[in-house]
């Protein structure tokens, strides 16, 4: 992997840590033990952050915080985020959980934001410009199941070396998945990507009938009852629909 794109990935993943804590911002050590990176490595991250205005640190404190609309600048505000956010917004409030917006690179999904929910425990499964297997979460799966069988065929072989890694999923659960996705409308992962949670998540296609963005919504499994998963997926459906004429 490119040295280039991993240290992008881990500055944004510094960068949500940060501002998913807020109020009194978080120490080195803190951040080490959010987001699983070493010290060090922590330590460069924070200094290029710094200095190019994303995060500072008040009176030199020992404490980080991140600067207002950090994220959105360094993900050079994606139009799909301009447009999905309002909806992703509304959706966090309804559900009380964590709304994610995935859109499709390839073989992979590629995570462009979420919004955190005032429900007490969160599953925050992935964070902006985070990368997966096409399908191993329910954003992806929802954009996966919109595509073609033989294109479904070709991406899920192309990655089956690495879906092995997301909770043992297999190219037959996969495909099995893609299949629940079409006869309901809406996908349900559960227990691959992040153990304990389960997402629901719903496709917006474009003119061509292209997959154009997914909007997720993840909570721990026991909040996600069958009867809970349809009503999510309608509200979920109901704000893709809303933006159905702008794609």
Not at 174 to 195: I, M
Request: with cysteine; net charge positive; glycine share 10%.
């Amino acid at each position: 992997m490119a040295t280039g794109p991993r240290t992008l990935r881990r500055g944004l993943q510094v960068l949500r840590t940060l501002r998913d804590n807020p109020d009194n911002g978080l120490s080195v050590s803190e951040l080490a033990r959010l987001t699983g990176l070493q010290r060090p490595t922590i330590y460069r991250l924070l200094a290029a952050l710094i200095e190019e205005g994303f995060v500072h640190n008040p009176g030199n404190s020992k404490r980080f915080s991140a600067n207002q609309s950090a994220e959105a600048t360094i993900l050079g505000q994606d139009p799909r985020i301009k447009l999905a956010l309002p909806v992703m917004q509304s959706l966090a409030t309804q559900t009380g959980d964590a709304v994610f917006l995935v859109v499709r690179d390839g073989n992979e999904s590629l995570s462009l934001w979420r919004e955190i929910g005032p429900y007490p425990v969160q599953i925050l499964a992935t964070f902006a410009g985070k990368r997966q297997p096409l399908g191993v979460g329910s954003g992806g799966m929802a954009l996966l199941a919109k595509l073609p069988d033989a294109e479904i065929d070709e991406i899920i072989a192309s990655n089956s070396t690495q879906i092995e890694q997301y909770g043992g999923m297999s190219q037959r659960e996969l495909r099995r998945l893609v299949e629940n996705t079409r006869t309901r409308g809406y996908s349900v992962v559960g227990n691959y990507a992040v153990r304990g949670a389960l997402g629901v998540g719903c496709a917006l296609c474009d003119k061509k009938q292209n997959p154009y963005l997914a909007i997720s919504v993840t909570a721990i499994t026991d909040r996600m009852p069958a009867t809970r998963q349809r009503q999510i997926a309608g509200l979920i459906q109901d704000g893709l629909n809303t933006l159905a004429g702008n794609v």
